[in-house]
């Protein structure tokens, strides 16, 4: 199914689509503006009838405001991971009933293939947990700077730049927590 089909609430593999946008976590919230397991913009949740935080709110109620999104935007209204919604696939989620308070599950690794040997599978390892006061030293210089954009992670980043988020870490003393980055700064690559 592209962005350009159309799609009935019925036919949506909801938990397709969260695994690709969350990992299946439905209730992440990690800091780049987006929450839950759809992924969903504080001001989409809030005109399609989400109260209080996407992250706080169970699988159910995250997708009853994806079908109200469904039906005014289509599937592109996630234009990247639309494109999973026709999925037969079945996945089991984390976080089902939401999240009271900052979460985000990184010890799992996902590798499903999801079409024709493509391969969209989340390759970071978090098998370490890096926090505050964690010393990382790096093994390269910088070569260059980058603009964090929305939904970047930081093992996204570096695999993008050939290199370790633990390596990025290092370049970069004003990342305090790892798991939590923003988008607009400028870091060391």
Known sequence: MTAAQSASADDVNWDAIANCESGGNWGINTGNGYYGGLQFSQSTWNAYGGSGSA???SRDEQIAVAERVLDSQGIGAWPVCGQYGSSGQSYSGTNTEGSSGYSQDTSSSYSEDYSQGADYSQSADYSSDYSGGADYSASREATGTYEIQAGDTLS???EAHGTTWQDLAALNS????????YAGETINV
């Open 156 to 158: 996204s980043i570096a």
């Open 55 to 57: 992250s706080s709110a």
């Open 174 to 181: 004003g990342i305090v927590d790892a798991n939590l980055i």
